[in-house]
């Protein structure tokens, strides 16, 4: 990886992905791992998981001091999640277009966000903002084990 990636220049990064309580209550869950599997990243964790106060309000500690803060931290804890790591070349950025715009009436149709929300307080899904916050989140929402290294057999037919 490291030797390509400095060869090219493309770097392989790490992306934490969740999907919100409103994307698991309303049955997105399939259809929102499929846009990434047939994009044709590689998921490297994956799990349902139920998300303590103390560890929504430390992922969004960049928020504290706005008014919607209680209520996203709410939001966040109302029902399970689902928690995701992903890897590949770009896919910080790549994974943000997939999903888009914060505002769901902002989002264009085809993105996650443009396809199935309507407001940013239920905008479904959870992307990081660079390749920094990805390590940090997978750090903070997965346990050591969790994350798995693996070669996916299709490797050869999406990246030369
Ligand atoms: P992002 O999720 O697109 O990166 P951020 O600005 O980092 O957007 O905000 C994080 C999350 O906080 C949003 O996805 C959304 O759930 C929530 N949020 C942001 N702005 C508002 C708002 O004005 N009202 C309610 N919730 C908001």
């Keep these: 990886h490291l030797v390509a990636s400095m060869v090219t220049g493309e770097q392989v990064e790490e992306t934490y992905i969740m999907i919100k309580p409103d994307g ?3 049955g997105l869950v399939g ?3 499929s846009r990434f599997e047939k ?3 590689k998921l490297t964790g994956l799990k349902l998981f139920q998300c303590p106060q103390e560890l ?8 504290k001091s706005k008014s919607f803060f209680p209520k996203l931290i709410g939001y966040i804890t109302s029902g399970p999640v689902v928690c995701m790591a ?3 070349v770009g ?3 790549s994974a943000r277009k997939l999903i888009g715009s914060t505002n769901p009436l902002d989002a264009a149709p ?3 966000r443009g396809d199935f929300a309507v407001q940013t307080g239920r905008n479904v899904v959870h992307g990081s903002d660079s390749p920094e916050n ?3 989140e997978i750090g903070l929402w997965f346990k050591e084990g969790e994350v798995i290294q693996w070669t996916p057999a299709i490797a050869p037919w999406l990246k030369e």
Excluded at 56 to 63: C, K, S
């Design 91 to 93: 896919v910080v950025a």
């Design 39 to 41: 994009k044709g990243f």
């Design 31 to 33: 259809e929102i791992i």
């Design 134 to 136: 990805g390590k940090r």
């Design 56 to 63: 929504a309000e430390v992922h969004y500690e960049e928020l």
């Design 24 to 26: 698991v209550q309303r």
């Design 86 to 88: 992903w890897e590949g």
């Design 110 to 112: 085809g993105t996650i």
